[in-house]
């Protein structure tokens, strides 16, 4: 959850910013790891958010994504975000606003489906021929 602009605390926009380089620092780390990256929650920012994080890791959004020639670009005005690495298949995004949902938060609740390929994620699948790793003793 990066920071939001409210009345208690202002302008929050240069701290969403160090958020944004730090999870921009993240996603370049974790993307070469083989396994797939997802990314969920409330970053309070629109497309900029996203199209300064996608490149870093690689990342498409649920909600669809389209990079091309002057930029990237996202469908809606979405500030609750659902995204993985390039290769995870996402269907079915819906974003619920039902009664229910907004006597509960002002926030959708976002879903979607996601089906990872072990094609594309070699390192995420267990060997079944080896057996399970363990955590080592401190």
Partial sequence: HNPADTAE???QGRWRA???NLEVGLF?????????IFVT???NDRGPWFCSVAPAGDLV??????FHCSGCSIP?????WIAGSQGVQFSNYHE???G????????PVVITDATIDAANFPTSVADPTQPPATAAAN
Avoid at 76 to 80: T, V
């Fill in 9 to 11: 605390f202002g302008p």
């Fill in 18 to 20: 160090a958020a944004t």
């Fill in 28 to 36: 370049s780390q974790l993307k070469n790891d083989g396994y797939p």
């Fill in 41 to 43: 929650g409330d970053m």
């Fill in 61 to 66: 959004a649920a909600a669809a994504t389209v």
């Fill in 76 to 80: 809606g005005f979405r500030i609750d």
């Fill in 96 to 98: 619920d606003r039902s």
């Fill in 100 to 107: 229910l949902v907004a006597w509960m938060t002002d926030h």
